[in-house]
């Protein structure tokens, strides 16, 4: 569906999937369950989109750009810190007609981003 034609992180996770309450429950503290994670994004995202008839069972799987989750040598997941550096890209060229939804993740939570969040840029061009 999309090729990435340049990343200039080289670090993404495809694994871990998108953030949920409960993920986020058991990954930091039980009074963080009711703070925003990906997962609602994703769904009140389809929940106003009146255009394409979207449902939960139209959420797949995402991948966490920039995000850092090594595969031990046992095979378990892990949460490292991003590699540090602002300004980095991934560009993608679609090669299809695609719905993307983007979750900036607003995890307070996460050391990596040192517990701050920052906004991300996203430019779509047209290649003609
Ligand atoms: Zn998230």
């Given at each position: 569906?999309?090729?990435?034609?340049?990343?200039?992180?080289?670090?993404?996770?495809?694994?871990?999937?998108?953030?949920?309450?409960?993920?986020?429950?058991?990954?930091?503290?039980?009074?963080?369950?009711?703070?925003?994670a990906?997962?609602?994004?994703?769904?009140?995202?389809?929940?106003?989109?009146?255009?394409?008839?979207?449902?939960?069972?139209?959420?797949?799987?995402?991948?966490?750009?920039?995000?850092?989750?090594?595969?031990?040598?046992?095979?378990?997941?892990?949460?490292?810190?991003?590699?540090?550096?602002?300004?980095?890209?991934?560009?993608?060229?679609?090669?299809?007609?695609?719905?993307?939804?983007?979750?900036?993740?607003?995890?307070?939570?996460?050391?990596?981003s040192?517990?701050?969040?920052?906004?991300?840029?996203?430019?779509?061009?047209?290649?003609?």
């Amino acid at each position: 569906m999309l090729t990435i034609v340049a990343d200039t992180c080289g670090r993404h996770d495809t694994l871990g999937g998108a953030c949920a309450q409960e993920s986020n429950t058991i990954r930091y503290a039980h009074d963080k369950r009711f703070m925003h994670a990906c997962r609602d994004n994703f769904m009140s995202a389809i929940q106003h989109d009146h255009h394409h008839h979207m449902s939960k069972r139209d959420i797949t799987h995402n991948i966490n750009f920039f995000m850092n989750v090594p595969v031990t040598h046992e095979g378990v997941l892990t949460f490292e810190d991003s590699l540090p550096g602002s300004g980095k890209y991934v560009e993608l060229r679609a090669e299809m007609d695609v719905i993307c939804l983007i979750s900036n993740c607003p995890q307070l939570n996460n050391p990596c981003s040192g517990y701050n969040p920052t906004p991300v840029r996203l430019l779509v061009w047209d290649a003609h």
